[in-house]
């Protein structure tokens, strides 16, 4: 049966208690005409289940309903049901503190409504409580009908500001916290500072004094130091817009962290170990400087926390994509001091410490994991950890990069090539020519690696027929560039040296630079990401 065919007196088929049916049913003409009006009405007990005693017409309407028994089966036949879950606290709250001030004026609240048809809309409530000695509590329920645009807009820009109000009250707490910690954590070393300087100067005529009261000053500044670069680290943080992806070597960074912290580890003697052995693909894409200050930032919590045992990096390629990608899980396992259950969830806020410097003994501002998670959230990562108090923490971040293809040559006509081709490789930049000069290696040539212009042609000048049979020269070195190299080469007295075969290598792409290179006397201009193929077939074309 439609709404609109809905008669007043088939409302009574509502199930009323016995207590406080006669008053119900004695007031049913007065409020029949409710049926009719456009908005929403209904009736409820204030009970603990809130059992729904009438509803009109237009509360059906507004809910999608075209039956009663629809409306029951969607709401529960009860004021709890016709409320969105995340709103009931809310409410419940209001009607309250309505019933506990004795004050029966319409009370007036908003909240949402999930409809027959799943949508959710804002609705205006306006509630009037009252209280019977037979029937019980009761309250009487307007409800707008929300279908003014402009209404919901307001509704909206309420909930925003409200959002707004909260958020901004956080960044002040944030704020407060971030002055109380770091004034605590900064005049320590400040005061080791000016303690140690005053003692020094009052020790001047006993030098080896002097030298131990300065070295405790440099180890206060370089706390302080590390304190300030990590306050300003999230700042900086929290403004960039991404990352600026270059071509990098995963070892290469690795290695890198890995020499840098290996004195600290050693000093406090812990194990310090790297394993790379499961890297696939080395060669990715990524903001290397963000990569480089994640790692760094895991490890040297993880030392800065472990005073017996070892810490261990892993890096490992777990699985490929689609596209030339795949993710790389990165672990940083320690026998540290472990932290709680109940931190573990809050290890990653800013400012946030297990234990005050008073009682672990170590200085800090309790920014470093914050400034991992912040730096994950930048290469798209995530970052979990996992630890037990006394037993050490194993920090697990998942990586997703673009990898650069390994060379498949098996069906390549450059299989047939020749690859104990000796060849001459000036690259300026020293990772690059590392790259460069390894899966060259790996493909059986053999590479003489320069690192600027010059060197390469002090290099072809000395040799001698059959010495080089190419040149992959980088155009973008200092001294000499490549340019300069191949003109002066194309004018040896020798024509063997001569006509060598030249190849640039370079991130120089444009039509004009690409001119140059033939004018200089370069045979093939190729850019940089080397696409691996596409070099082999370039020298097998060039000589054979």
Same mark, same amino acid.
């Not at 065919?5 to 016995?18: I, K, R, S, T, V």
């Not at 600027?452 to 040799?463: D, F, I, L, P």
């Given at each position: 049966?439609?709404?609109?065919?809905?008669?007043?007196?088939?409302?009574?088929?509502?199930?009323?208690?016995?207590?406080?049916?006669?008053?119900?049913?004695?007031?049913?003409?007065?409020?029949?005409?409710?049926?009719?009006?456009?908005?929403?009405? %209904?009736?409820?007990?204030?009970?603990?289940?809130?059992?729904?005693?009438?509803? +009109?017409?237009?509360?059906?309407?507004?809910?999608?309903?075209?039956?009663?028994?629809? %409306?029951?089966?969607?709401?529960?036949?009860?004021?709890?049901?016709?409320?969105? *879950?995340?709103?009931?606290?809310?409410?419940?709250? !209001?009607?309250?503190?309505?019933?506990?001030?004795?004050?029966?004026?319409?009370?007036?609240?908003?909240?949402?409504?999930?409809?027959?048809?799943? /949508?959710?809309?804002?609705?205006?409530?306006?509630?009037?409580?009252?209280? /019977?000695?037979?029937?019980?509590?009761?309250?009487?329920? %307007?409800?707008? $009908?929300?279908?003014?645009?402009?209404?919901?807009?307001?509704?909206?820009?309420?909930?925003?500001?409200?959002?707004?109000?909260?958020?901004?009250?956080?960044?002040?707490?944030?704020?407060?916290?971030?002055?109380?910690?770091?004034?605590?954590?900064?005049?320590?070393?400040?005061?080791? =500072?000016?303690?140690?300087?005053?003692?020094?100067?009052?020790?001047?005529?006993?030098?080896?004094?002097? #030298?131990?009261?300065?070295?405790?000053?440099?180890?206060?500044?370089?706390?302080?130091?590390?304190?300030?670069?990590?306050?300003?680290?999230?700042? +900086?943080?929290?403004?960039?817009?991404?990352?600026?992806?270059?071509?990098?070597?995963?070892?290469?960074?690795?290695?890198?962290? @890995?020499?840098?912290?290996? *004195?600290?580890?050693?000093?406090?003697?812990?194990?310090?170990?790297?394993?790379?052995? @499961?890297?696939?693909?080395?060669?990715?894409?990524?903001?290397?400087?963000?990569?480089?200050? &994640?790692?760094?930032?895991?490890?040297?919590?993880?030392?800065?926390?472990?005073? !017996?045992?070892?810490?261990?990096?892993?890096?490992?390629?777990?699985?490929?994509? *689609?596209?030339?990608?795949?993710?790389?899980?990165?672990?940083? #396992?320690?026998?540290?001091?472990?932290?709680?259950?109940?931190? &573990?969830?809050?290890?990653?806020?800013?400012?946030?410490?297990?234990?005050?410097?008073?009682?672990?003994?170590?200085?800090?501002?309790? &920014?470093?994991?914050?400034?991992?998670?912040? =730096?994950?959230?930048?290469?798209?990562?995530?970052?979990?950890?996992?630890?037990?108090?006394?037993?050490?923490?194993?920090?697990?971040?998942?990586?997703? %990069?673009?990898?650069?293809?390994?060379?498949?040559?098996?069906?390549?006509?450059?299989?047939?090539?020749?690859?104990?081709?000796?060849?001459?490789?000036?690259?300026? +930049?020293?990772?690059? #020519?590392?790259?460069?000069?390894?899966?060259?290696?790996?493909?059986?040539?053999?590479?003489?690696?320069?690192?600027?212009?010059?060197?390469?042609?002090?290099?072809?000048?000395?040799?001698? *027929?059959?010495?080089?049979?190419?040149?992959?020269?980088?155009?973008?070195?200092?001294?000499?560039?490549?340019?300069?190299?191949?003109?002066?080469? #194309?004018?040896?007295? $020798?024509? /063997?040296?001569?006509? =060598?075969?030249?190849?640039?290598?370079?991130?120089?792409?444009?039509? @004009?630079?690409?001119?140059?290179?033939?004018?200089?006397?370069?045979?093939?201009?190729?850019?940089?990401?080397?696409?691996?193929?596409?070099?082999?077939?370039?020298?097998?074309?060039?000589?054979?």
């Amino acid at each position: 049966m439609e709404v609109d065919q809905l008669e007043a007196g088939q409302w009574q088929d509502w199930q009323l208690p016995p207590q406080g049916q006669a008053e119900v049913e004695a007031a049913w003409e007065s409020i029949q005409f409710m049926d009719e009006i456009p908005g929403g009405f %209904f009736i409820y007990y204030a009970d603990g289940d809130e059992r729904l005693i009438y509803a +009109n017409k237009g509360m059906l309407r507004t809910f999608g309903c075209t039956t009663l028994q629809e %409306f029951r089966q969607l709401t529960g036949n009860s004021f709890k049901g016709i409320v969105f *879950p995340d709103d009931l606290e809310a409410v419940e709250d !209001s009607i309250r503190k309505q019933i506990q001030s004795n004050q029966y004026d319409l009370d007036y609240v908003e909240y949402r409504i999930r409809r027959k048809d799943g /949508t959710i809309r804002w609705v205006e409530d306006y509630g009037h409580f009252i209280h /019977t000695e037979d029937a019980g509590d009761i309250f009487y329920v %307007f409800i707008g $009908d929300s279908t003014d645009e402009r209404s919901q807009e307001q509704m909206r820009q309420k909930r925003v500001l409200s959002d707004a109000l909260e958020k901004a009250d956080l960044a002040v707490k944030a704020k407060n916290a971030f002055l109380s910690q770091i004034s605590h954590e900064m005049r320590t070393p400040l005061n080791a =500072i000016f303690g140690f300087t005053t003692l020094a100067k009052n020790s001047l005529r006993e030098p080896d004094t002097v #030298r131990e009261y300065l070295d405790e000053v440099e180890v206060a500044s370089r706390q302080l130091l590390n304190m300030i670069t990590q306050a300003l680290d999230v700042s +900086n943080l929290s403004s960039a817009a991404g990352s600026d992806q270059e071509e990098c070597d995963l070892r290469s960074i690795l290695q890198e962290i @890995h020499e840098f912290l290996l *004195p600290q580890a050693q000093e406090k003697g812990l194990r310090f170990s790297l394993n790379c052995k @499961h890297i696939v693909h080395r060669i990715v894409y990524t903001n290397p400087q963000q990569l480089k200050q &994640l790692v760094l930032n895991l490890a040297n919590n993880a030392i800065t926390y472990t005073e !017996s045992g070892g810490v261990t990096i892993v890096m490992s390629e777990e699985k490929s994509l *689609p596209d030339s990608h795949a993710v790389y899980r990165l672990e940083v #396992r320690d026998t540290g001091v472990g932290i709680s259950a109940e931190f &573990l969830e809050k290890a990653f806020e800013p400012f946030s410490r297990e234990k005050t410097s008073t009682l672990s003994g170590i200085r800090g501002i309790g &920014l470093g994991l914050t400034i991992a998670k912040s =730096i994950a959230d930048l290469l798209d990562a995530t970052i979990t950890v996992q630890s037990a108090v006394g037993q050490g923490s194993t920090f697990t971040v998942m990586l997703p %990069f673009r990898v650069q293809p390994l060379p498949d040559v098996s069906g390549d006509p450059t299989a047939k090539l020749s690859h104990s081709l000796r060849i001459l490789l000036a690259e300026d +930049n020293d990772l690059n #020519r590392e790259i460069e000069t390894e899966l060259l290696e790996r493909m059986g040539f053999l590479i003489d690696p320069v690192s600027n212009g010059e060197q390469a042609w002090e290099k072809v000048k000395a040799a001698s *027929p059959g010495d080089y049979d190419l040149l992959i020269l980088d155009l973008q070195m200092p001294v000499m560039d490549g340019w300069e190299v191949a003109a002066s080469i #194309r004018k040896l007295p $020798d024509p /063997t040296m001569a006509h =060598i075969p030249i190849i640039a290598l370079s991130a120089n792409v444009s039509i @004009h630079d690409r001119r140059r290179s033939l004018d200089s006397g370069i045979d093939e201009h190729l850019t940089k990401p080397m696409d691996l193929p596409l070099l082999l077939k370039t020298i097998e074309k060039m000589t054979t």
